[in-house]
């Protein structure tokens, strides 16, 4: 296996989860929260999208498609353009309200954009350093095996969370 298919099957794996989670449910059920300061459904997917959206496309030289392909306006949330969610409030989570529909169709593109990208990696690309602030500083490997730690424990949270709804937790 190579590290390109090793990373597409990590992320198909990811957007499978995330489509499983929002399927079916209401835009209520959605932006159901358990307790006061927790996530609904609706944050994380949004969530794990924006990061893995931000990461990749920076990480590529991409425009993130947030952008490019609308969703800021799709989604119309009172956010900075380029706002992923990190450390969100409890009243900036609870602004974070979508259809399924809306949330599928954006995990979808920006999953197809990240395995655009992915798919053509070589072992050597990721070795290449893309974020000196740290130290060691960050490779493009250990970014991308960054992503998809947070973009699976997001979606099952996101799975989690949807068994409650549905009681099938």
Not at 3 to 8: D, F, S
Not at 24 to 37: K, M, N, S, V, Y
Not at 62 to 70: D, S, T, Y
Not at 89 to 97: G, L, S
């Amino acid at each position: 296996m190579t590290p390109a298919e090793l990373l597409i099957d990590a992320f198909d794996r990811v957007r499978e989860g995330a489509l499983a989670a929002v399927d079916g449910l209401t835009e209520d059920q959605l932006a159901h929260r358990i307790a006061p300061d927790a996530n609904s459904i609706a944050w994380l997917v949004w969530h794990t999208y924006r990061v893995q959206d931000d990461h990749v496309a920076d990480a590529a030289g991409l425009q993130q498609v947030w952008a490019a392909r609308g969703f800021i306006e799709h989604f119309d949330l009172d956010l900075d353009e380029d706002d992923t969610g990190f450390r969100h409030t409890p009243a900036q989570v609870a602004t974070v309200r979508a259809p399924a529909d809306l949330l599928a169709r954006y995990a979808q593109e920006v999953h197809a954009q990240t395995l655009a990208w992915v798919g053509g990696l070589t072992e050597a690309d990721l070795d290449r350093v893309v974020d000196t602030a740290w130290d060691p500083p960050v490779t493009l490997g250990v970014r991308l095996v960054s992503v998809v730690n947070d973009d699976t424990q997001h979606i099952g949270q996101a799975a989690y969370l949807r068994g409650l709804i549905d009681g099938s937790a």
